[in-house]
């Protein structure tokens, strides 16, 4: 296999990992202040915004990693 291609799966798992804590993260974090406040659970918009951010991070991962492996081991 490719060491690029390597590279990209590598930053392929790392950013769908990444994205999925973030997102029970805040997902956890919702329904307890839901709970809390005695309200339905909703995401803010700051939450949506953090999400669209770390998914935008995470879509650039699989670049950078291959490009990061061809340099370095190829």
């Known amino acids: 296999m490719h060491i690029a291609l ?3 799966l590598v930053g ?13 993260a805040l997902k956890k974090a ?3 202040r839901a709970k809390r406040l005695h309200r339905k ?5 700051i939450e ?3 999400i669209k951010t770390v998914l935008r991070f995470a879509l650039l ?3 950078g ?3 990061g492996a061809w340099l370095v081991f190829g």
Request: proline share 3%; charged share 25%.
């Open 41 to 45: 659970a909703q995401f803010e918009e």
């Open 6 to 8: 390597q590279g990209a």
């Open 48 to 50: 949506k915004r953090r």
């Open 12 to 24: 392929l798992g790392i950013g769908v990992f990444l994205t999925l804590f973030e997102y029970l």
């Open 30 to 32: 919702v329904d307890d």
């Open 65 to 67: 990693f291959a490009a």
């Open 61 to 63: 991962l699989p670049i």
